[in-house]
């Protein structure tokens, strides 16, 4: 009995895209992501929200509807440079704030310019925190190995179409093979590159194998996968999770229930 993972409808790819700071150049990345229907990661501090050239405390809720809305700590400091109380503070502050224009548990991070250290790294689950994202890029498709340290493939600067092409045209070899993208919107008005963004969009938006997720999409989906207890011969499949998993099983795509058992054949 062969049986590997494959994501959600039998894909075997996945895209996520996380934008840090929220000012107001998001909009119309926000518009560009609608219309090719990816799904996007937002992290925003919640102290500069409504100041200068950041987008206003009552327009987070539309505006991100049908994305993801992270936190980028409360006031964008270097955590590695505070105290633990402030850590914590920063933390969930943004949460708490945040939360409350969205309506939602707030989750998902991405570091301030980068920068975490291994207090930082080990106090974040405590805080409710479920991953958070790194400067780091790894310019390959692996799934990360530690989700409160997650490297993206790479900056939209960095080789964005070369590499989105190379992500295409792999073939899976039962492994599954995620693009993470990240960047600041108001670097596409700095450099007058907006139609990278959109090429990138067309790009993948043509692909039928690729799922377009968000960060905490990405992180809920494979944790079901790990909860999927397997008989000995691995015939039998039991998903106690809330949501559908899919796997391919000899070579052919089957799609295990939340809740429920499934003989393999």
Same mark, same amino acid.
């Given at each position: 009995m062969k049986v590997s993972?494959?994501?959600?409808?039998?894909?075997?790819?996945?895209?996520?895209?996380?934008?840090d700071d929220g000012q107001v150049y998001d909009r119309k990345l926000v518009s560009i992501f609608n219309e090719y229907g990816i799904k996007g990661t937002f992290f925003l501090n919640s102290e500069t929200l409504g100041k200068d050239i950041f987008i206003q405390p009552d327009e987070v809720a539309t505006l991100y509807k049908g994305h993801e809305?992270?936190? @980028?700590?409360?006031? @964008?400091?270097?955590?590695?440079?505070?105290?633990?109380?402030?850590?914590?503070?920063?933390i969930i502050e943004d949460r708490k704030y945040l939360e409350t224009l969205v309506g939602y548990p707030v989750k998902g991070m991405s570091y301030p310019y980068g920068v975490y250290n291994e207090d930082v790294v080990k106090i974040l689950p405590s805080l409710g925190i479920e991953y958070s994202r790194t400067v780091n890029?790894?310019?390959n498709f692996n799934m990360p190995a530690n989700f409160?340290?997650?490297?993206?493939?790479?900056?939209?600067?960095?080789?964005l179409l070369e590499i989105t092409k190379r992500?295409?045209?792999? #073939?899976?070899?039962?492994?599954?093979?995620?693009?993470?993208?990240?960047?600041?919107?108001? #670097?596409?008005?700095?450099?007058?590159?907006w139609d990278l963004i959109k090429e990138f969009c067309k790009m993948v938006?043509?692909?039928?194998?690729?799922?377009?997720?968000?960060?905490i999409e990405i992180v809920r989906y494979i944790k079901a996968l790990k909860m999927l207890e397997f008989s000995v011969e691995k015939n039998v499949v039991y998903n106690p999770s809330a949501i559908s998993v899919?796997?391919?099983?000899?070579?052919?795509?089957? #799609?295990?229930?939340?809740?429920?058992?499934?003989?393999?054949?």
């Open positions: 993972y494959l994501f959600p409808n039998g894909r075997s790819k996945a895209l996520t895209v996380s934008y809305v992270g936190i @980028h700590a409360k006031t @964008h400091p270097f955590l590695d440079s505070i105290p633990l109380e402030g850590i914590i503070e920063e890029s790894t310019y409160i340290v997650w490297n993206p493939t790479c900056h939209h600067k960095q080789n992500f295409l045209e792999i #073939e899976y070899k039962n492994q599954l093979q995620l693009l993470y993208v990240w960047g600041h919107s108001f #670097e596409f008005e700095r450099e007058n590159n938006a043509k692909s039928s194998s690729v799922w377009f997720a968000t960060n899919w796997l391919l099983v000899n070579g052919n795509v089957v #799609e295990v229930s939340g809740g429920q058992i499934v003989v393999l054949k």
